[in-house]
């Protein structure tokens, strides 16, 4: 090998080396998720668990992403909390009361 193509596969190299440099600085962190996208993704697994589709996903979804879904300290409610506040309101629309509700709510959270 001569002199001119080891300096040149030494100059490949180091340019090498700066683009990947260059690369990983501009290389956008990874964004936390804001209480949208977390609402998002439950409502996701929500209407995967119910197994939804078409317009009744659509509705579903609509409904979740509007609703203020969180906890007290402004998390979002997890799926199994999420399942327990919709079947809370079914029983409460059929207007359940004694063991018509507990049958009803046993039912209700044992679907997935």
């Known amino acids: 090998m ?4 080891k300096s040149a ?3 490949a190299v180091a340019a090498s080396l700066l683009c990947m440099t260059a690369m990983a600085q501009t290389a ?3 964004k936390k998720e804001n209480s949208q996208q977390s ?3 439950t409502c996701n697994a929500d209407a995967k668990t119910k197994n939804l589709h078409g317009d009744q ?3 579903f979804m609509k409904e979740c992403l509007s609703n203020n879904s969180t906890t007290k300290d402004g998390k979002p409610l997890s799926s199994s909390q999420q399942r ?3 079947c809370n309101k079914d029983a409460k629309a059929k207007s359940l ?7 009803f709510m046993s039912t209700c959270l ?3």
């Open 110 to 112: 044992k679907k997935t």
């Open 9 to 11: 596969c030494a100059a």
């Open 39 to 41: 609402r998002m993704t």
């Open 28 to 30: 956008a962190p990874a």
């Open 97 to 103: 009361t004694g063991d018509a509700r507990k049958t």
């Open 57 to 59: 996903r659509k509705q």
């Open 2 to 5: 001569n002199i001119v193509s």
């Open 84 to 86: 327990m506040a919709d």
